[in-house]
């Protein structure tokens, strides 16, 4: 489905966020990026739907070329590709209709979606979106008076309205409690074996990991040290990812 | 070495505060201050200040007479007038004087208690107004009036002084004055309205083209931003004063026009700038989301930008509104027109009570802008 070659990232201060990655994903997979801060991982999740622009190396979709697509072509790649952030990245001062509407903007007319005028169609996706997630009855509140595990099913509506092949998912439960982030990983998953969404995703916590990830790659510094089954991956494996200091990091919580 | 550095530190530390002695000495000395002549021209500020501060807001109907009476200045330029005996009449003590003299001017039989207003009916014609008095229970009147050298008697026509006797008959009504004051400052606040609509129209533009987050991205971007971030500061350096100025001579003196073009520039500029920097600190992070669900570069700025600064844009655009009108009220004094321009026409022409409204009009509009921008932007925020 996705397949990454000979991906370098070199930032303008001379950063090598990213060092001859390659690797492929298979339609249907939930593939969990694992490393330090400052690994590379945000940085390969934005090189995929440019975001950021990679300084060598192909990304293909599908058979399109991600890396070569411009203006238009490149928006139209986009649409299929959701993205979830860390900080849910919701526009805080809109109501929650809009932000999920902000979702659906690659498909809509352009003139009329500026105007602010959208489809009642479209509207009605929307609140299917968010009843899907359990948070129909917010649909008129502003985005920044919903509790932080609201915001992110938010953010996942939003690009639920994408209609997307791939998810991408960037520490998606990091600023959320060990119980809400089972219960935004488990719409992940279900995304991914009821609509059959691929999915990439980072995480940090190894039961998360174990508990979700069909496949896992660990990155550090920029390059590729590992890539396997997450029940191959053991507290070896971990501290070599994670570096020796590193304890056996849990959401304890849920144990 | 250390030992030279501390000896250094010393001697800068001594000639610091000297150097800044020595400056103000010469400033004091540049700027002449003088605080005798401030003590000395007390009589003449409390003239000045009574005047402005007794506004002519209001008129009675009054039936207005005037009594005049020839000066001979000096003495022998023209003949000595004949005095009258008899009903209301001026006489003056003595008949004829040098300029620096003093004169007592006597009314008698004038009507009582009445506002009189004295000037000087100069030899080319002119008035020269110098001050209000009342005459007394009997109808008399008894003031000092100071022979100034502009009353010099000219090709045979000598000065006089005349009175003039307002008696109050019917009803209270708006003074001329105050429908002028009112009509100008309609017109100024008008100015600093459209002014700010127009400045605004096109910060909103520049402040996208200027701001590095939007900008900086591809080499035409970095262009265009510092381009349109020099022409910012460029005109920013240029008041509003200096800028009206130029355009009063372009589209005449006293027009509001000349006003408006340059409080629009001027406006342009700041809010451009101040945009900009609004822009600037907006989160990345909306913008980053809904670029990455396929979005336009415009549906972007709708939808991620701009939610984010029209709080900003708003209270921005109303407090500069409030700026705008109290640089129209001075701005006149360049030529820009509006209550400003018919300020300082009444001071030219040391019409003080006229003045003193237009000044009374100026401090209740802004103190009334001032309360209600910022009561808005309180809602707003």
Known sequence: MLKVEHLTKVYPGGTVALKDLSFEVEDGEFLVVIGLSGSGKSTLLRCINRLIDPTEGKITMDGADITAAKGAEL???????GMIFQHFNLVKRSSVMTNVLNGRLGYLNPWLSTMGIFPAEEKKRAQQALARLGIEDKVHSRADELSGGQQ?????????????????ADEPVASLDPVLAHSILQYLEQLNKDDKVTVICSLHYLDLIQRYATRVIGLKDGVKVFEGLPSEINRVKFKEIYGEEAQDIRATALE | MKRISKILQLI?????PIGLIAFLIFSIRVTQPDLGKLISS???????????????????KAEKTSLSLTIPVPCGSVPNPEPATSGPRLSVDPVCGNPGDTLTLYGYDLPKNANVSLRWILPTGGLLSIRNAKTDANGGLNEKIEI?????AADGKAAQISIEISLPSGKLVAS??????VDTMFVTIFMALIATTLGTIIAIPLSFMAASNLMRKGKVGTIVYYIVRSLLSLIRSYEALVLATIFAMIVGFGSPFAGVIALTITTAASLGKMFSESVESIDEGPIEAVTATGANRLQVIMYAVVPQITPDFLSFTIYH?????????????????????FLSLRINTLQYNAAGTALLA????????????????KQMI
Do not use: C
């Not at chain 1, 992110?152 to 991408?168: C, F, N, S």
């Not at chain 2, 009589?43 to 009675?60: C, E, F, V, Y």
């Not at chain 2, 509104?321 to 321009?341: A, E, K, L, M, Q």
């Open chain 2, 42 to 60: 007390a009589p003449k500020a409390g003239d000045i200040l009574s005047q402005l501060l007794n506004p002519q807001l209001t008129t009675r």
């Open chain 1, 152 to 168: 992110q099913r938010v953010g996942i509506a939003r690009t639920l309205m994408q209609e997307p092949k791939l998810i991408l």
């Open chain 2, 12 to 16: 800068g530390k001594i000639l610091l």
């Open chain 2, 362 to 377: 100026i401090i209740l509009v802004v103190w009334a802008l001032d309360f209600l921008s910022s009561e808005v932007r």
């Open chain 2, 176 to 181: 001329q004055t105050l429908k002028d004051v």
């Open chain 2, 148 to 152: 100034r050298p502009i009353t010099a």
């Open chain 1, 75 to 81: 928006r139209h790649i986009r649409r299929q590709i």
């Open chain 2, 321 to 341: 509104w409030d700026i705008n009108v109290r640089i129209s009220t001075v701005i006149g004094f360049v030529g820009g027109g509006g209550i400003g321009y």
